[in-house]
């Protein structure tokens, strides 16, 4: 069965420094979703993208946060310049085509940890 | 503020035996209500969706129902087995694009 993958599966990065997720979706999904899920406290939602562009953000989603689909096949969280705080499990999520029964699909997440 | 409460927030059951974990929501607009099994270490996988119409729904050993005039739902487990052993979420789905909200989980325990 297809699966949605992410890499890598622990990132560990500087303070203030740049950092990229990526995540291949399912080859025929179109909506795609990064989520994440700080240690110990629910999965929170941070954006959803379609069509090549943000079709929805949270709160968390601020300008630190971008999201790009370069090539057609992954799909990448940016944060620019992070901070403790950023330190969570990022997951990914697709789904197939729009109607609300089509379940997401999600990778086994990118642990990152800030020091 | 939408919000998914789910309860009790962890249990311990020995293997064999049933359970049934519940979720209550406020969310609104409602779309849908998943529950997700997840995995120490991985991501959340579906178990069951459900829309405002439907009140009933099976996975194998699993089964979900959902309450809509309550805003209830909940997951009821048939002799689990020790591979049951996850974190259970409910998820509750508004909008056109899945504008979500997910509960805080129930970590099941299930033993020998």
């Known amino acids: 069965e297809p699966e949605v993958t992410q890499t890598p599966s622990h990132q560990v990065t500087q303070m203030g420094q740049e950092v990229i997720l990526r995540c291949v979706p399912i080859?025929?999904?179109?909506?795609f979703y990064w989520y994440r899920q700080i240690l110990g406290q629910k999965v929170e939602f941070l954006v959803s993208?379609?069509?090549?562009?943000?079709?929805?953000k949270s709160e968390i989603f601020d300008d630190q946060f971008s999201v790009e689909r370069p090539d057609g096949s992954n799909f990448t969280l940016k944060i620019r310049s992070t901070k403790l705080e950023d330190s969570a499990m990022y997951f990914c999520?697709?789904?197939?085509?729009?109607?609300?029964?089509?379940?997401?699909?999600f990778g086994d997440g990118t642990r990152l940890s800030i020091l | 503020k939408n919000q998914v409460e789910q309860s009790p927030q962890s249990l311990i059951i020995l293997e064999g035996k049933n359970c049934t974990l519940q979720?209550?929501?406020?969310?609104?607009?409602?779309?849908?209500l998943r529950w997700y099994k997840q995995d120490t270490g991985r991501g959340p996988v579906s178990l069951t969706i459900m829309t405002f119409s439907e009140n009933t729904k099976s996975n194998g050993r699993y089964t979900a129902t959902l309450d809509a005039d309550t805003k209830q739902s909940s997951l009821h487990i048939t002799a689990s087995q020790l591979s049951d052993s996850a974190s259970y979420i409910c998820v509750v789905n508004s909008g056109g694009y899945q504008k979500v909200t997910f509960g805080t989980g129930t970590k099941l325990q299930v033993i020998p």
């Open positions: 993208f379609y069509n090549n562009e943000i079709s929805e």
């Open positions: 979720c209550n929501y406020t969310v609104s607009p409602f779309s849908n």
């Open positions: 999520a697709s789904r197939p085509r729009t109607g609300g029964n089509q379940p997401q699909h």
């Open positions: 080859s025929n999904h179109l909506y």
